[in-house]
């Protein structure tokens, strides 16, 4: 009877310390959602509407690892959080846009996307860091929805894989880092983005409403 | 009968206690200090303790090491008004992020020129930026340790020795003259062992620690002795 009971319990602790390996093992699947600070800055003499897409607030992404496990990093949850703190601090107006609706008390409306976004790991690099690079899409419509002009936003973030107690965590740190780098720049640079600056000093012109077959965010 | 057998549990129980807390290989540390301006803090003011994170590279300062820091700075007797580094960076976002924050005092000049952060700097009473570069370091390893389990058995057989090195330089900037006011040193050698005959026992040498606590003590004495 002892023998028995020994051996289930050798037998248990066998089945744990495998489960434990498989959880160890397992690839992350890290989501990006926190509340970000409000950056301290000028406010811009701009009032924009964001436009944020189903393709931006759902936006996840998935690389493999070696031949078997998959990483996947999803950063939509944070994007709403984040184009609103921009929003309140770096225009002097600011709204979310919905689709179909205009908004003519506001200058225009931008339309941010994710273009592009990668990441690694520390046994990729040989370095101690998990790194991640988001390139962002900015698209900027005057009030009747005509584009006035489009530029990228590169963003780059870090996290030393000893500073966390798990992978997991390091890479979730280094998207939340990307995030807050794309909104650093955003706020100190977006008047000196030379379409903003010329669109600015031009005194914000809006053309005529674009015709009805034409493919806009406002008709999406 | 009973009671001589609770007073040999009682024994056993702080020998391994004893043996707890004195199983730390040693350390040794040394701290070094160069003074550039005088320096005063008065009850109301505070400094910031912040890890240098512009670039990726080998030697950035951890985390834990900023924190303890920063903690140990606030603890002291006649402490130092510390505020946690996330706070502060989250205060002033975005200029304290890796790729604004000042890395020269030229830009420190031109950031305190900033009406809108010098407001920020007052909110909190900020006398001073302490900026922290280096880290800890495995330099040496050798040993082995074999362990062994079988039904009913299981035991661990040689000796392991490993050695760490902490190398810490803070940089401390006065906000109001926009300059650096010194820069502290802080190294720590220390190495670790762990024999094993069937059960191992660790010899941990507390490298890390032993740097942060001497460096935040200079840090502290640097405030008080001004001139």
């Known amino acids: 009877m002892t023998n028995l009971n020994f051996q289930t319990i050798i037998l248990r602790g066998f089945l744990c310390l495998i489960g434990l390996i498989c959880l160890g093992c397992a690839a992350p699947n890290v989501e990006i959602s926190s509340k970000f600070p409000t950056p301290n800055v000028r406010k811009a003499p701009v009032s924009l509407s964001f436009y944020l897409s189903e393709d931006l607030t759902n936006y996840m992404y998935s690389q493999k690892m070696g031949k078997r496990s998959e990483w996947k990093i999803d950063l939509g949850a944070a994007q709403q959080s984040m184009f609103m703190t921009l929003g309140e601090s770096v225009f002097e107006n600011y709204s979310l846009a919905q689709p179909g609706e205009s908004n003519n008390s506001l200058d225009g409306m931008l339309e941010p996307k994710i273009a592009e976004i990668q990441f690694s790991i520390p046994k990729q690099t040989r370095t101690d860091y998990f790194e991640v690079w988001i390139r962002y899409h900015f698209k900027l419509y005057d009030k009747n929805a005509n584009l006035i002009g489009e530029w990228d936003l590169p963003a780059y973030g870090k996290a030393k894989a000893q500073d966390y107690p798990s992978d997991g965590m390091a890479l979730q740190a280094a998207g939340l880092s990307a995030c807050r780098d794309a909104m650093a720049f955003f706020s100190l640079n977006f008047t000196r983005v030379p379409l903003v600056k010329s669109w600015i000093q031009a005194g914000k012109p809006s053309s005529a409403p674009p015709k009805p077959t034409q493919n806009s965010p406002e008709t999406a | 009968m009973n009671i001589s057998s609770a007073n040999i549990q009682i024994g056993l129980r702080l020998c391994t206690l004893f043996i707890g807390i004195n199983l730390t290989g040693c350390v040794t540390s040394t701290v070094q200090e160069i003074r550039e301006t005088p320096t005063s803090v008065s009850g109301t003011d505070t400094v910031v303790v912040l890890g240098k994170r512009d670039r990726p590279s080998s030697q950035e300062t951890e985390l834990d090491f900023v924190g303890c ?84 058995a299981a035991g661990c057989f ?7 090195d902490s190398a810490y330089e803070a940089t401390i900037w006065d906000i109001e003259t926009g300059k650096t006011a010194g820069r502290l040193s802080s190294e720590a050698t220390g190495t670790s062992f762990m024999p094993a005959i069937v059960v191992p026992i660790p010899f941990i040498a507390r490298v890390k620690n032993k740097a942060c606590t001497s460096l935040a003590k200079q840090i502290s004495s640097f405030f008080q002795n001004s001139s």
């Open chain 2, 158 to 164: 040689g000796f392991l020795t490993w050695e760490n």
């Open chain 2, 69 to 152: 820091v920063s903690e140990n700075l606030s603890s002291r007797k006649n402490g130092i008004r510390s505020i946690p580094e996330s706070q502060f960076i989250d205060h002033l976002f975005p200029w304290f992020e890796p790729r604004t924050a000042p890395t020269r005092t030229d830009n420190l000049v031109r950031l305190i020129s900033e009406p809108l952060i010098t407001q920020k700097f007052k909110e909190i009473g900020l006398k001073y930026l302490i900026w922290i570069e280096g880290n800890t370091e495995r330099t040496d390893s050798g040993g082995s340790l074999t362990c062994g389990v079988a039904p009913g």
